[in-house]
């Protein structure tokens, strides 16, 4: 099992999107702005149902890596620190999901 975390993905994004956009793939990305990186990250979550529903276990790991880099990349084009995310994840687990999507609705 590999030691590397989303914390750590998230350090390595924001390190990248500092170096020029011809040198690495993430500042590229940045400097194109969140529209053009949330289309790749929707491209990559399309890829990611298709290895799931296609039950292509070494494809829907590539797959769920590419997502989890690419929405990184968003989080951090909308100055969205992966903490937020984590802490709203802690929330919504303190209660069943059943009962969590019924709070939202009413909400």
Do not use: C
């Amino acid at each position: 099992m590999s030691d590397f975390t989303l914390s750590d993905l998230e350090e390595i994004v924001a390190e990248r999107a500092k170096a020029s956009p011809d040198e690495s793939w993430t500042a590229k990305l940045v400097a194109q702005g969140q529209a053009r990186a949330a289309k790749k990250l929707g491209e990559e979550a399309v890829e990611t149902v298709i290895a799931a529903i296609g039950n292509d276990r070494a494809e829907l790991v590539t797959e769920s890596a590419d997502l989890l880099y690419h929405l990184m990349v968003v989080l951090k084009i909308a100055g969205i620190p992966l903490h937020d995310v984590m802490s709203e994840l802690a929330k919504r687990t303190a209660q069943s999901g059943l009962q969590e999507k019924a709070n939202r609705k009413s909400s």
